[in-house]
């Protein structure tokens, strides 16, 4: 349910013939306006809304999507925004809005006792305001939900204390759902979108999270131990619980039966096909170089393949390794051609182009006209990613895979007391990867052994260990926001800007604040979270700090990700 209505009547003046006004104790109650409603109902919102709103920030055509190099646009709507990072003004009212629906379960889990209840809450409230802070930097947290108590202008909390109350929420969450009697406070399996009212792997995402966030705040450790938090013991106390298999990962599927519980690029969610998007050929290089299997889930070959072994088009049938079948013309390069062609059967769209150039990239002085902004020279994702529901398409909240890679990078890094060591654990998160995605271990092709072995993959090899792990996190994270906060933070994978960057030759750190509400204390509290912020050279001399290139406290005093 979005949105409880409660129905009050105020009388200012009572009369009743043959009665006094002074016993009246009936209340004129509407029976179509609930006045309490059923937690369950409300969970099923929180959970599916902050699903909804997580998996759109890394879609296709968003601005995390060009900025982690998963996609670009093949034409000009939208370039300047997804290929140049000409990022506006972002709004945050979706996420209140679901923390207040969160804050009625909250409150009332409280006040029966119901500590599943409380200890999902507590969850999901550290993962939504977490999404806030992770993209915003301060933000309202403590006064945020105050309307109850006529709190309307809510201040911006400093960052560190954000995290401060999320790790101390989650491990709250942690104490309460380890003793949940399941049979004693139940939750409807039905109602519970994630983990079908399994309290056991609640506790495995709170904890999970834990590590998240501990990582997350790795280069701020000093800071946050000032205000009473030890980040190290924080990650060493969470990592007794968390996720281990893929089976724990917290996953929203999509039902594809109607437009609110079906995939962003379905048709009933999409008048168009979303051709115009195309895959980065940052990370298609780098699949087709690892010969990933990977890349045959989520990309699809050029219809028109250049090929200077044959005289004229020529057709060819393409099988992926998967068995899907693919109709290629093979192409001759065109005589006088003085534009550069790729002869690859997956070729990505180079970052940061005009989308003018997008236009014609790799098409070889081909002027024959094409449909529906599909390019036959570029490929596209795959066909999945058009469909209402698709197995290989759904919300990962967190999985199995990001766990195992935090645990490599703690390992490796050696002060948090992980068990096992960093290889261990970071073929642990390949192979989870693999196993999200259904590759399947039988065939040749897809043996995870002979992939490992590959230098450019396995741990052992690399030079800089810590770049090979981010980089395999980078792919697992295929279409999420978690790798452009692991690249702020590591500046790992080195992702390298195009011709057409707005603001320079790096990417963009930060979402802007949503365009300010004009009431005297709101431009007060708003002033003091700007001015909190660290200009970077990329800012425009005379622009606002409130800017996608300047610096949040989470990132001050870092030379990363530059």
Same mark, same amino acid.
């Given at each position: 349910?979005?949105?409880?209505? $409660?129905?009050?009547?105020?009388?200012?003046?009572?009369?009743?013939?043959?009665?006094?006004?002074?016993?009246?104790?009936?209340?004129?109650?509407? &029976?179509?306006?609930?006045?309490?409603?059923?937690?369950?109902?409300?969970?099923?919102?929180?959970?599916?809304?902050?699903?909804?709103?997580?998996?759109?920030?890394?879609?296709?055509?968003?601005?995390?999507?060009?900025?982690?190099?998963?996609?670009?646009?093949?034409?000009?709507?939208?370039?300047? $925004?997804?290929?140049?990072?000409?990022?506006?003004?972002? &709004?945050?009212?979706?996420?209140?809005?679901?923390? $207040?629906?969160?804050?009625?379960?909250?409150?009332?889990?409280?006040?029966?006792?119901?500590?599943?209840?409380?200890?999902?809450?507590?969850?999901?409230?550290?993962?939504?305001?977490?999404?806030?802070?992770?993209?915003?930097?301060?933000?309202? =947290?403590?006064?945020?939900?105050?309307?109850?108590?006529?709190?309307?202008?809510?201040?911006? #909390?400093?960052?560190?204390?954000?995290?401060?109350?999320?790790?101390?929420?989650?491990?709250?969450?942690?104490?309460? *759902?380890?003793?949940?009697?399941?049979?004693?406070?139940?939750?409807?399996?039905?109602?519970?979108?994630?983990?079908?009212?399994?309290?056991?792997?609640?506790?495995?995402?709170?904890?999970?999270?834990?590590?998240?966030?501990?990582?997350?705040?790795?280069?701020?450790?000093?800071?946050?131990?000032?205000?009473?938090? #030890?980040?190290?013991?924080?990650?060493?106390?969470?990592?007794?619980?968390?996720?281990?298999?893929?089976?724990?990962?917290?996953?929203?599927?999509?039902?594809?039966?109607?437009?609110?519980?079906?995939?962003?690029?379905?048709?009933?969610?999409?008048?168009?096909?979303?051709?115009?998007?195309?895959?980065?050929?940052?990370?298609?290089?780098?699949?087709?170089?690892?010969?990933?299997?990977?890349?045959?889930?989520?990309?699809?070959?050029?219809? $028109?393949?250049?090929?200077?072994?044959?005289?004229?088009?020529?057709?060819?049938?393409?099988?992926?390794? =998967?068995?899907?079948?693919?109709?290629?013309?093979?192409?001759?390069?065109?005589?006088?051609?003085? +534009?550069?062609?790729?002869?690859?059967?997956?070729?990505?769209?180079?970052?940061?182009?005009?989308?003018?150039?997008? *236009?014609?990239?790799?098409?070889?002085?081909?002027?024959?006209?094409?449909?529906?902004?599909?390019?036959?020279?570029?490929?596209?994702?795959?066909?999945?990613?058009?469909?209402?529901?698709?197995?290989?398409?759904?919300?990962?909240?967190?999985?199995?895979?990001?766990?195992?890679?935090?645990?490599?990078?703690?390992? *490796?890094?050696?002060?948090?007391?992980?068990?096992?060591?960093?290889?261990?654990?970071?073929?642990?998160?390949? +192979?989870?990867?693999?196993?999200?995605?259904?590759?399947?271990?039988?065939?040749?092709?897809?043996?995870?052994?002979?992939? =490992?072995?590959?230098?450019?993959?396995? *741990?052992?090899?690399?030079?800089?260990?810590?770049?090979?792990?981010?980089?395999?996190?980078?792919?697992?994270?295929?279409?999420?926001?978690?790798?452009?906060?692991?690249?702020?933070?590591?500046?790992?994978? #080195?992702?390298?800007?195009?011709?057409?960057?707005?603001?320079? #030759?790096?990417?963009?750190?930060?979402?802007?604040?949503?365009?300010?509400?004009?009431?005297?204390? =709101?431009?007060?509290?708003?002033?003091?979270?700007?001015?909190?912020?660290?200009?970077?050279?990329?800012?425009?001399?005379? +622009?606002?700090?409130?800017?996608?290139?300047?610096?949040?406290?989470?990132?001050?005093?870092?030379?990363? &990700?530059?």
């Amino acid at each position: 349910m979005k949105k409880l209505y $409660r129905i009050i009547f105020v009388w200012s003046s009572c009369f009743f013939m043959m009665s006094s006004c002074d016993h009246i104790e009936d209340i004129n109650v509407s &029976p179509n306006n609930a006045e309490e409603v059923s937690s369950n109902y409300i969970l099923t919102y929180v959970l599916t809304e902050t699903s909804k709103a997580y998996y759109n920030l890394g879609k296709e055509g968003g601005n995390i999507f060009s900025a982690m190099q998963y996609g670009q646009r093949g034409d000009d709507f939208n370039a300047l $925004r997804v290929n140049s990072y000409d990022w506006s003004p972002e &709004p945050w009212s979706n996420y209140y809005e679901i923390l $207040r629906n969160n804050e009625i379960i909250y409150r009332k889990s409280v006040e029966d006792e119901h500590d599943f209840f409380q200890g999902i809450a507590l969850v999901m409230r550290s993962f939504t305001f977490g999404i806030i802070t992770d993209l915003y930097g301060d933000c309202p =947290y403590s006064e945020s939900l105050g309307a109850i108590d006529e709190v309307y202008f809510p201040k911006y #909390d400093e960052q560190k204390f954000i995290y401060k109350g999320i790790l101390e929420d989650l491990r709250k969450a942690n104490e309460l *759902l380890k003793n949940v009697d399941a049979a004693v406070h139940p939750i409807s399996p039905s109602a519970d979108v994630i983990y079908q009212g399994d309290p056991g792997k609640w506790r495995k995402f709170a904890n999970s999270l834990r590590l998240r966030y501990s990582m997350r705040l790795d280069n701020k450790r000093a800071e946050m131990n000032a205000i009473g938090i #030890d980040v190290t013991e924080e990650f060493k106390d969470a990592s007794t619980f968390v996720f281990e298999s893929g089976g724990d990962s917290a996953i929203m599927e999509f039902l594809g039966v109607a437009d609110y519980n079906s995939a962003p690029g379905g048709a009933l969610n999409s008048a168009s096909q979303g051709l115009g998007n195309k895959p980065c050929a940052t990370i298609v290089d780098k699949l087709v170089a690892l010969e990933d299997p990977r890349l045959d889930r989520w990309v699809l070959p050029v219809l $028109r393949q250049w090929d200077d072994s044959v005289t004229e088009d020529t057709p060819a049938n393409v099988v992926n390794i =998967y068995g899907e079948p693919q109709d290629v013309t093979l192409v001759p390069p065109i005589a006088g051609n003085e +534009q550069p062609i790729d002869y690859s059967l997956y070729v990505g769209l180079p970052p940061g182009l005009a989308g003018s150039d997008a *236009l014609i990239y790799n098409r070889g002085g081909d002027t024959n006209p094409f449909e529906d902004e599909r390019s036959p020279y570029i490929s596209i994702f795959h066909d999945r990613y058009r469909e209402d529901a698709n197995e290989y398409v759904n919300v990962k909240l967190m999985t199995f895979g990001e766990v195992e890679f935090i645990l490599a990078e703690a390992a *490796l890094k050696g002060d948090f007391g992980v068990v096992g060591s960093a290889e261990e654990h970071f073929q642990n998160g390949i +192979q989870a990867s693999w196993d999200d995605y259904g590759v399947e271990l039988a065939t040749e092709n897809n043996d995870f052994a002979t992939y =490992y072995a590959n230098p450019e993959v396995n *741990l052992s090899s690399a030079v800089d260990k810590l770049e090979r792990i981010m980089s395999q996190k980078w792919i697992s994270h295929w279409l999420s926001i978690e790798s452009w906060f692991d690249w702020r933070r590591t500046g790992y994978p #080195d992702l390298q800007t195009g011709p057409v960057t707005l603001y320079g #030759d790096e990417l963009p750190i930060r979402f802007m604040y949503p365009s300010p509400n004009l009431d005297p204390k =709101y431009l007060d509290n708003y002033s003091a979270a700007v001015n909190r912020l660290e200009k970077t050279p990329y800012v425009p001399t005379g +622009q606002s700090g409130d800017h996608s290139y300047s610096k949040m406290w989470l990132l001050q005093g870092s030379e990363n &990700p530059w």
